[in-house]
């Protein structure tokens, strides 16, 4: 399966996330700020696969996180289905479900109790059903009930990454952030983690937001795709569309071996 399985939500789509006019300003000491954001508009629309490349130091993990609310933009606003993060409560913990990079599983909790953190920080249903949930995600991401008293010290990178995946599912949010999905995995493991991605965003409806410097997970995934450069998005469409842009950083990005691959398997 390639990104032509991937459902393309219509242009009309409803706005997930809307972000207008976003500065992102970091202190350097002596009066100066560092500038990561400058004006940057983006909006991401209900059920499209959005990766967001870009060079280090752009702000695409950044980006993730004031759109989970855990970093306020300088200036500008951003929002999610329709209000600011911060003023999201309860309710945000339900909207948006995140996928770190390196699973930041609590290493003292097993594998159930890692899912099921969440249900049970905000107390919304009884510990039967709590424990019952956790199982039902633990198997929508490929795992078994044997897995489910395990510890992470005692799983692949792989197990990992479904299990913090599977967190990130259990409040069945509409919005999914990946920060790095496939980083670390082996090629089986990314195609694998690749395949459950995509029929998850099928079944679900999900509306999925990624950063990856994997060309891979890039092409075999994203429905569109937005690269930062310049402190803001440079470019934003679709593969094809996104290659065509004039522009040094996207020249070097997709101008390798690997691009080159990525281009041919789009013309075919």
Same mark, same amino acid.
């Given at each position: ?123 919304? $249903?009884?510990?039967? !059903? #709590?424990? @019952?949930?956790? *199982?039902?995600? +633990?198997?929508?991401?490929?795992? /078994? ?19 913090? $995946?599977?967190?990130? !599912? #259990?409040? @069945?949010?509409? *919005?999914?952030? +990946?920060?790095?999905?496939?980083? /670390? ?29 994997? *060309?891979?997970? +890039? ?50």
């Amino acid at each position: 399966m390639t990104a032509a399985d991937v459902q393309h939500p219509p242009g009309d789509a409803p706005a997930v996330v809307e972000i207008e006019g976003l500065w992102t300003e970091f202190p350097r000491g002596r009066g100066q700020v560092q500038v990561v954001h400058r004006d940057l508009q983006l909006t991401i629309r209900r059920g499209e696969i959005l990766s967001l490349v870009g060079g280090s130091g752009t702000g695409k993990t950044v980006l993730l996180r004031q759109i989970l609310g855990l970093q306020a933009p300088s200036r500008g606003t951003v929002r999610v289905l329709g209000a600011p993060p911060a003023e999201l409560g309860a309710r945000g913990a339900a909207a948006v479900g995140m996928l770190f990079q390196h699973g930041a599983l609590f290493s003292a909790f097993s594998v159930l109790d890692n899912i099921a953190l969440p249900l049970r920080e905000l107390k919304l $249903l009884p510990e039967p !059903l #709590i424990r @019952d949930a956790a *199982l039902v995600k +633990l198997q929508m991401v490929g795992l /078994g009930p044997e897995h489910a008293h395990k510890m992470p010290a005692n799983l692949s990178g792989g197990m990992i990454k479904r299990v913090a $995946l599977a967190r990130a !599912l #259990i409040m @069945d949010p509409p *919005l999914l952030l +990946l920060d790095e999905p496939t980083a /670390g995995l082996d090629p089986s493991a990314s195609d694998s983690f690749c395949e459950l991605l995509r029929g998850l965003h099928r079944e679900l409806g999900l509306t999925v937001v990624m950063v990856t410097h994997d *060309l891979d997970t +890039l092409f075999d995934l994203s429905t569109r795709i937005a690269v930062l450069a310049d402190q803001r998005v440079i470019a934003l469409g679709s593969a094809r569309e996104v290659m065509a842009v004039d522009h040094p950083f996207i020249h070097d990005y997709f101008g390798g071996g690997r691009g080159h691959r990525a281009a041919l398997a789009l013309k075919s």
